[in-house]
């Protein structure tokens, strides 16, 4: 269809017409006045005014739009699971669920989708295959050694992102060996997901197996802290005997708990108590005593390393009316014994109430005062406020090696707050707009989800609550990094941004509404509490801080399989702008037999997500032996050693896929429930793809031409400029 033209001048339309009309009127009256009229100049008037119409039109910019619909095929997209688990079954009678997942298939629901969509079957395992036509997939073995569900599920979504998927069918039985639990299928998903039940509900009878699935600790805690060690443990065939799960420290049995697991399969989570009463690096390791007759008891331990480092943990926390944020921050901060926190916050008639051991501190915030404290917390000030003085003692506090966190509030993120005095020297986000409020989702960036702060609870970050309030539209320096954004109508957001200043460290929170992630009613209400611990400690200032050069080792797995490869990277920081990166460090692994293995890794440039840029160090290692595995950075900086804190992962000796077990219907469930399709029996797929949506999407293709801006419009131009400048030279007019 062709819509009406479009003029697209920036000009003024009465402009244009006056500038035109003036031009006419003296070529007219030029001409009129010329001494000797004649037909002559009739005809070089008529070339003239010509001139000035085409010219005129031009100016216009006219246009045409055309708007062309198409009719467009939906996606409809089937993931086929090809792992060796596939080839389970509880008994000879009952087909594998690979036979299963094949024949429905060679169903007829399969003709009829494929003929009214773009139909794509994608084989998975450890890696997600392009697309193969139906016949291969029907012919397909089930032999991958394990199974990347999730990030068979996050390669789809990013692959189809932008198009329209009308639903997935998921043909797996939900085993995921790389993730330790099943949080992440909570998540929401952009299309439907169908999910089946592959096996009938019979009882599994298998030999006895126990195994421990994964720890989660904090792997970084003050000396005199209290922790948890979580430990995930599962099996089948226990007969309902009690088992004794053991808690060893550096080979010393230290705790003992007893659980019990269905015969017929299951998993338990248990929680160790841990006190850190010394600084150091201690290995903790969890380990199942065999049961009789357990065929594989190499899967029976795992092992985790925790650095306990040391109690500097002076603390000040600066308010302004008091609000929801203050009250919940101030519990957590009281919560940890070890930590000494100092509040001031504003009080009534303006006045400033003080909570904690104050001592001789005002204020005034000077740098002799500023020294006895390791991080300081701002609240919501404008400039005024902060007052003349107390910025620059904050840019030098950080400049020496302190912490600084920006909490924020329309005050002190609007205009006339933080960048209008020398704080916005060190802000990670500048320029963020007035707050906006909904319900958006939190998402942690994948340079958050592997920073040291965070990179130990993957499953937590997956599941944080939404936040009701966010600064949008702020911009990140150069020098910072985006831990977590928001997503909202408008596109995603910078919510947590962080970026190192001389030898000191800035975080900067663009939302007011944090603090309601401690009332969430689900099973979330410790991200609160477990943010700031895990934020503060990491922010509390080791002896390596004070140095001005960093060597960090960082990884986005904490466990693997014995013959998976794991990618460790090392991130080398100077404050000395000017100061070169070296081309290569060298990397010690401590294998568990005792062995330390060089490596040299290589040089890269990293991209952020936020299109920034750094220079990092790489090293692909495959272990051959199971157990815990320490690595350690090392360089040489002006003739001195440069050392990075030990990076620990443990490798398993086995596979899950070669453990016969039952599906694990509560991730297809959580599928489904998370997306808005169903779970459903095998004789119920046919009856529920017929009733999909499968009509074809009418799309409009909007195309502009343009209507002066075209080859015969400015040759008619050029030639009735060369005409009349031809007359005239011929007939020697001026």
Known sequence: MIEPLLFEHALPLAFVVAA???????????????????????????????????????????????????????????????????????????????????????QEWVQVVAAQTAFQIHPFDLELSPAVPLSKAIQSASAGSGTALRQTLDRLVERYRGQDVIGLLLLSDGLDTREQSSFWARQSWPFPIYTVRLEPPVSWHAHPEIRVDGVDTPRRVTVGWRSELKASVSGEGTRGEIIPVQLFRDGTLIQELPIQLPDEGGSRELVFPLHHESVGIFTYEVNLPPLPDEPQTNDNQFAVTVHVMDSRNQLLYVEGLPRWESKYLMRVLRSVPELTPLAFIRGPEGRFVSYGARGGTTLDLTEAQLTAFQIVILGDFDASELGVGRDTALVKFVENGGSLILLGGPRSWGPGGWSATALDRLLPIRRPGPPIEGRFPVLATPEGAAHPAFATHPDWLLRLPPILSVFPGGQPTPAASIWMHVQTEMGPHPLIGFQRFGQGKVVALLTDSLWRWQLDPEDRADSYHRFWTQLLNWLLPKQTDAEPYHLDLFSDVEQIHLGDPIQIRARYTAHAIAEPPPEAITCEMLVPDGRRIPFVMTREIVATEAARRYTAYSLRFQPEIPGLHRATARMTVHGAPLESAPYAFFVKPYTPESIPRPPDYDVLRALTASSGGRFLDPADVANAMRGLDLKPREEILVRFSTLWNTSPLLACLVVILVVEWIIRKWKGLV
């Not at 009229?37 to 010509?50: H, T």
């Not at 688990?85 to 669920?97: C, E, G, I, Q, Y």
């Open 20 to 106: 035109l009309g003036v031009a006419t009127i003296a070529a007219v009256l030029a001409v009129y006045r010329w001494p000797g009229f004649s037909l002559l100049q009739i005809v070089l008037l008529i070339l003239r005014l010509l001139f000035f119409l085409l010219l005129g039109w031009c100016l216009l910019l006219p246009a045409r739009r055309i708007d062309e619909r198409e009719l467009r095929k939906p996606h409809f997209l089937v993931a086929l699971d090809v792992s060796a688990s596939m080839t389970n079954t509880p008994s000879a009678d009952v087909p594998s669920r690979h036979a299963t997942a094949r024949s429905l298939l060679t």
